[in-house]
């Protein structure tokens, strides 16, 4: 039978020529003139003096809009390219290219950022009252109101630029000698060494000797840098702790948190309410156990299968079931599904050239996007094909926003695609062929929410004892491992025989420079969109304009309005996480029921 739709995805119709594409380097070139002339204003810039004084600023917002739309759309399509085939060289320059753009583009911002700072602050309140700044009032204010909180201007370029070969350095330097790890391994009488990710993969087996085995070589390869990923981890730490004196920031918590646009106290709430109900997940740990044979779990036994799930999904098949389950919730979805499906805006081909991963990314100047995965016809792949379709769909609804409204934070990025995940992974298990099929895929489900609730909990946890410890002077490996380990036996309840007291070093989140604490907001996205998720199955009928509106306002707001203005809960107290981990406790409790012996 012909497939109806290509896997393949269609470029062309944003650049023509792929690398080459003369077209890309002419709208490159009318970028750079744009940024000049930008660079220009914003340095010309007069202080306003009266409220009324818009008129230079409306041209500035005007310019701001066309230059970050321009720079989105050739990252998109960079992206794009060296996706697809990593073996494309001149994408790979175009890469530098796309750094620098973006380099010119931040030291504007920065800039016009400190200029808004001298504005007078009741013109400033004034200027924002204007008919044509209004819409822009959230996101300047944010501007005014960071700038305000960091060094004088000077200082911080300074800082920016030590980073690159100080704290970035750092960074890049775990990278360098994670790249060049490896475990020796030996199948079918063939010895081979595996990459890292490669050996990971493994600790799915359902072959328990084969789990245990690549973990114990996994640790024995970590524990062989620890010394050198102690160095990395205590001094990009280091920097942030003297970045945050300087700047008189006396909590750790606090760039994180303003990163993610959310009170502390909404992080406390998410977690208290986390920490009390995890006695289901305890169980759910126990179970699995006994269906293993074992006593009791340990850390390499989680991703373990409980049953075979062997049912493939061929694409087209895929497409039909994400449209059909999207369309239970929301025509506008299943329409947006649809026209991606027909317009060759998915790579999902199985084919070797392709980097690993998926991804959604968005042309903000030609209003399309584009998803990127390898598609083997897995449940999980079906999933993940869901989950890209739901990223693609916020960004689909805010395309007639103004672009400087569009940026929305890490913690409510992930609530259109886990929604839409969560759409479609319902209907698999309420659709499976068998009961053991049925166990498998509510196993699936539950590995995630125990990720969630467990894994992460536990880096969070971890990383709040070890800045505490870094505030005083260095942390031996040794005392990390430790750290890591109590963390694990805490998050987990205790629930486990054996953790993993490398984490620290094996987890790539603790060594990255883009921010600290770079976990709970997985758990929030998560968690959201289950609220999210509830809600619709409450109220179906008016369920798609409040989840329109909701997904829309993600970039101007914080998320406490954001919730209170679209769903009516406060964020900051417990019972609206205690009604999304609810949805997860069902999941365990009909796993437990299916699996009685």
């Known amino acids: 039978m012909d497939s109806r739709y290509n896997p393949r995805w269609d470029l062309e119709s944003i650049f023509s020529g792929g690398s080459e594409s003369t077209e890309l380097q002419?709208?490159?070139?009318?970028?750079?003139?744009?940024?000049?002339?930008?660079?220009?204003?914003?340095?010309?810039?007069?202080?306003?003096?009266?409220?009324?004084?818009?008129?230079?600023?409306?041209s500035i917002i005007s310019l701001l809009e066309k230059v970050s739309k321009q720079i989105g759309e050739v990252s998109a399509y960079v992206s794009c390219l060296t996706a697809e085939?990593?073996?494309?060289?001149?994408?790979?320059?175009?890469?530098?290219?796309?750094?620098?753009?973006?380099?010119?583009?931040?030291?504007?911002?920065?800039?016009?950022?400190?200029?808004?700072?001298?504005?007078?602050?009741?013109?400033?309140?004034?200027?924002?009252?204007?008919?044509?700044?209004?819409p822009f009032s959230f996101i300047l204010n944010e501007r005014r109101r960071k700038a305000m909180d960091k060094l004088p201007v000077e200082?911080?370029?300074?800082?920016?630029?030590?980073?690159?070969?100080?704290?970035?350095?750092?960074?890049?330097?775990?990278?360098?000698?994670?790249?060049?790890?490896?475990i020796d391994w030996e199948e079918d009488g063939q010895k081979q060494r595996l990459s890292i990710g490669q050996a990971a993969n493994l600790l799915s087996n359902p072959d328990r000797d084969i789990r245990k085995k690549v973990f114990d070589r996994l640790e024995k390869a970590w524990l062989e840098q620890a010394d050198l990923f102690s160095?990395?981890?205590?001094?990009?730490?280091?920097?942030?702790?003297?970045?945050?004196?300087?700047?008189?920031?006396?909590?750790?918590?606090?760039?994180?948190?303003?990163?993610?646009?959310?009170?502390?106290?909404?992080?406390?709430?998410?977690?208290?309410?986390?920490?009390?109900?995890?006695?289901?997940?305890v169980s759910y740990l126990k179970r699995k156990a006994e269906l293993l044979g074992l006593e009791q779990l340990s850390w390499f036994d989680l991703e373990a299968p409980v049953g075979e799930n062997s049912k493939t999904v061929d694409y087209d098949e895929a497409a039909r079931i994400i449209i059909e389950q999207f369309n239970r919730f929301s025509t506008g979805m299943a329409e947006f599904a649809q026209m991606a499906f027909d317009n060759r805006?998915?790579?999902?081909?199985?084919?070797?050239?392709?980097?690993?991963?998926?991804?959604?990314?968005?042309?903000?100047?030609?209003?399309?996007?584009?998803?990127?995965?390898?598609?083997?016809?897995?449940?999980?792949?079906?999933?993940?094909?869901a989950h890209e379709l739901g990223h693609g769909y916020h960004q689909h609804v805010m395309n007639d926003i103004e672009i400087l409204n569009q940026d929305y934070a890490m913690n409510v990025a992930e609530t259109a695609s886990t929604f839409a995940e969560m759409i479609v992974a319902d209907a698999a298990v309420k659709n499976a062929d068998s009961k053991q099929e049925k166990i498998s895929l509510l196993d699936d489900k539950i590995q995630r929410s125990v990720a969630f609730f467990m894994n992460i909990h536990a880096r969070f946890l971890f990383e709040t004892k070890f800045y505490e410890e870094r505030k005083?002077?260095?942390?031996?490996?040794?005392?990390?491992?430790?750290?890591?380990?109590?963390?694990?036996?805490?998050?987990?309840?205790?629930?486990?025989?054996?953790?993993?007291p490398t984490?620290?070093?094996?987890?790539?989140?603790?060594?990255?420079?883009?921010?600290?604490?770079?976990?709970?907001?997985?758990?929030?996205g998560y968690l959201f969109s289950l609220g999210i998720y509830a809600d619709a199955l409450e109220s179906a009928e008016s369920f798609e304009e409040k989840y329109i509106a909701l997904l829309r306002d993600t970039g101007r707001m914080n998320v406490e309005d954001l919730a209170k203005k679209h769903l009516g809960v406060q964020l900051d107290r417990m019972e609206f996480w205690e009604k999304a981990i609810q949805l997860c406790i069902d999941d365990v409790e009909e796993f437990l029921k299916l699996t009685e012996a």
């Open 345 to 385: 805006w998915i790579e999902a081909e199985n084919r070797s050239g392709k980097r690993p991963g998926g991804f959604c990314t968005s042309f903000p100047d030609s209003q399309e996007t584009r998803i990127f995965m390898t598609y083997s016809g897995t449940a999980s792949n079906v999933a993940t094909l």
């Open 85 to 134: 085939d990593v073996h494309d060289h001149k994408a790979k320059l175009l890469v530098g290219k796309r750094s620098e753009l973006s380099a010119a583009y931040s030291a504007i911002l920065t800039i016009l950022d400190r200029k808004f700072v001298q504005i007078d602050s009741d013109v400033w309140n004034g200027l924002l009252e204007q008919p044509t700044l209004t």
């Open 155 to 182: 200082q911080e370029i300074l800082l920016n630029d030590l980073a690159v070969d100080g704290y970035h350095a750092w960074g890049e330097m775990y990278d360098a000698i994670v790249a060049k790890m490896g």
């Open 472 to 500: 005083r002077g260095l942390v031996s490996a040794e005392r990390l491992n430790g750290l890591m380990k109590q963390a694990q036996k805490d998050a987990y309840c205790n629930a486990l025989h054996g953790y993993d």
């Open 231 to 281: 160095e990395t981890i205590n001094h990009l730490a280091g920097f942030r702790l003297q970045t945050y004196k300087h700047r008189k920031w006396e909590n750790v918590l606090k760039e994180p948190v303003q990163y993610n646009r959310m009170k502390e106290q909404t992080l406390h709430a998410m977690w208290e309410a986390i920490s009390s109900h995890k006695t289901p997940f």
């Open 503 to 524: 984490f620290w070093s094996s987890k790539l989140h603790f060594h990255i420079t883009d921010v600290p604490f770079y976990n709970f907001p997985y758990t929030f």
């Open 26 to 58: 002419d709208y490159i070139k009318v970028l750079e003139t744009d940024l000049d002339h930008l660079t220009q204003q914003v340095n010309g810039f007069p202080l306003p003096e009266k409220p009324d004084d818009v008129g230079f600023l409306e």
